[in-house]
């Protein structure tokens, strides 16, 4: 079954020459346009998207307790999307759990890294070659080195990089200064290969594959949040506007530079504000750490709501409870009561 929406058919072999005419022809599929939206098929292991953490990948700002936040919004406002967009994927947490509580029916990533891209193309349209390539590493802080100074060009070797620094980097940081997990002379209890199980992984991608498969994650894009945004009445145009919600959790405000190689600088956070405003071709939410910049951009906005979530965790390794306090602004008009959020404009 051919699902993606750019014609790169699925499973389509890097590496692995294809003809002028079958590349026309994979460019023309799938026909009619509409097909890509037809109704997906029964997943197989739904046992694993009752599991709160579908996604191979640890990410930091995981965005996991407000889900049921987001969840409990879509499923309040009319007519039921049919489509989510993820511009800012990272570890795409969200997305996989709405696709996979069928909650929303298709869905793409995008993302401004390489790497990330790769990894969630990989995951999804050549899964077999990024389970059996996994198997094949050795995890040792020589090898992680070997990665850190890689500069692979390969879509394949960005996504096993990707995966690889992720789940032994402190904190899954991909880029900059962070040190493999266990230390450079694996001295603490944690050592790098702690978080590389590899049964765990193995059904976490094969989860992402199968949601490909049948019909939920239909595209991964690499690119800026702008491009993203203007490519869905591009490739999504037979959907209404009421049909199409946009996930948005951009970098953090205050500590992004260090988590992640693409950062927002204060002009950018306000871009993206004026690309919400009330002209929006799309549904949207779009979720903050709780920050005074921000709550000053969103304030007041006709149409738009801003929710305050706060919640109560225990970070790895730690015996202490945190709390963390979110925002969440959406333009959906029905916002339900709920002792989950405080409500702090509508
Ligand atoms: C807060 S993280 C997203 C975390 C994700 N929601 C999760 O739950 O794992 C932000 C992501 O935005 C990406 N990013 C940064 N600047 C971007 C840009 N200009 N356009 C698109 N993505 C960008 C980063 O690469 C990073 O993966």
Same mark, same amino acid.
């Given at each position: 079954?051919i699902?993606?929406?750019?014609?790169?058919?699925?499973?389509?072999?890097?590496?692995?020459?294809?003809?002028?005419?079958?590349?026309?022809?994979?460019?023309?599929?799938?026909?009619?346009?509409?097909a890509?939206?037809?109704?997906?098929?029964?997943?197989?292991?739904?046992?694993?998207?009752?599991?709160? +953490?579908?996604?191979?990948?640890?990410?930091?700002?995981?965005?996991r307790?407000?889900?049921?936040?987001?969840?409990?919004?879509?499923?309040?406002?009319?007519?039921?999307?049919?489509? +989510?967009?993820?511009?800012?994927?990272?570890?795409?947490?969200?997305?996989?759990?709405?696709?996979?509580a069928?909650? +929303?029916?298709?869905?793409?990533?995008?993302?401004?890294?390489?790497?990330?891209?790769?990894?969630w193309?990989?995951?999804?349209?050549?899964?077999?070659?990024?389970?059996?390539?996994?198997?094949?590493?050795?995890v040792?802080?020589?090898?992680?080195?070997?990665?850190r100074?890689?500069?692979?060009?390969?879509?394949?070797?960005?996504?096993?990089k990707?995966?690889?620094?992720?789940?032994?980097?402190?904190?899954?940081?991909?880029?900059?200064?962070?040190?493999?997990?266990?230390?450079?002379?694996?001295?603490?209890?944690?050592?790098?290969?702690?978080?590389?199980?590899?049964?765990?992984?193995?059904?976490r991608?094969?989860?992402?594959?199968?949601?490909?498969?049948?019909?939920?994650?239909?595209?991964v894009w690499?690119?800026?949040?702008?491009?993203?945004?203007?490519?869905?009445?591009?490739?999504?145009?037979?959907?209404?506007?009421?049909?199409?919600?946009?996930?948005?959790?951009?970098? *953090?405000?205050?500590k992004?530079?260090?988590?992640?190689?693409?950062?927002?600088?204060?002009?950018?956070?306000?871009?993206?504000?004026?690309?919400?405003?009330?002209?929006?071709?799309?549904?949207?939410?779009?979720?903050?750490?709780?920050?005074?910049?921000?709550?000053?951009? *969103?304030?007041?906005?006709?149409?738009?709501?801003?929710?305050?979530?706060?919640?109560?965790?225990?970070?790895?390794?730690?015996?202490?409870?945190?709390?963390?306090?979110?925002?969440?602004?959406?333009?959906?008009?029905?916002?339900?009561?709920?002792?989950?959020?405080?409500?702090?404009?509508?």
């Amino acid at each position: 079954m051919i699902r993606r929406t750019d014609g790169d058919p699925v499973g389509t072999q890097e590496g692995q020459s294809m003809g002028s005419q079958q590349k026309a022809a994979a460019r023309r599929m799938p026909w009619p346009p509409e097909a890509v939206l037809d109704k997906p098929s029964a997943l197989t292991d739904e046992a694993l998207f009752r599991h709160s +953490v579908i996604s191979p990948l640890r990410y930091p700002g995981a965005k996991r307790q407000l889900v049921p936040v987001i969840e409990s919004l879509i499923r309040a406002n009319v007519p039921p999307p049919r489509l +989510v967009v993820e511009p800012f994927s990272g570890g795409a947490t969200t997305t996989l759990r709405l696709l996979g509580a069928g909650v +929303v029916e298709h869905g793409v990533l995008a993302d401004i890294d390489p790497l990330i891209a790769a990894f969630w193309r990989t995951a999804a349209f050549d899964a077999r070659w990024l389970i059996d390539a996994m198997h094949e590493e050795p995890v040792t802080v020589a090898r992680w080195d070997w990665w850190r100074a890689s500069n692979p060009r390969g879509r394949r070797e960005r996504a096993l990089k990707c995966l690889f620094l992720n789940r032994t980097t402190f904190s899954g940081i991909l880029h900059g200064r962070a040190g493999p997990i266990g230390g450079r002379a694996q001295t603490s209890a944690y050592k790098i290969g702690c978080r590389f199980g590899l049964d765990g992984l193995t059904r976490r991608i094969k989860g992402v594959a199968e949601l490909a498969a049948t019909g939920r994650l239909l595209d991964v894009w690499e690119a800026d949040w702008r491009t993203a945004l203007a490519n869905i009445p591009k490739r999504y145009g037979m959907l209404e506007p009421s049909e199409v919600v946009v996930y948005l959790d951009p970098p *953090y405000v205050d500590k992004a530079r260090w988590l992640y190689q693409w950062s927002f600088d204060s002009s950018e956070h306000s871009d993206l504000a004026n690309a919400l405003g009330p002209d929006a071709p799309y549904r949207w939410c779009l979720s903050y750490d709780d920050n005074q910049t921000i709550r000053g951009l *969103y304030r007041a906005r006709p149409g738009q709501a801003t929710l305050h979530v706060s919640h109560r965790y225990t970070a790895a390794g730690s015996e202490k409870r945190t709390v963390k306090d979110e925002l969440l602004v959406t333009n959906f008009c029905l916002i339900p009561g709920s002792d989950r959020y405080r409500v702090l404009s509508s």
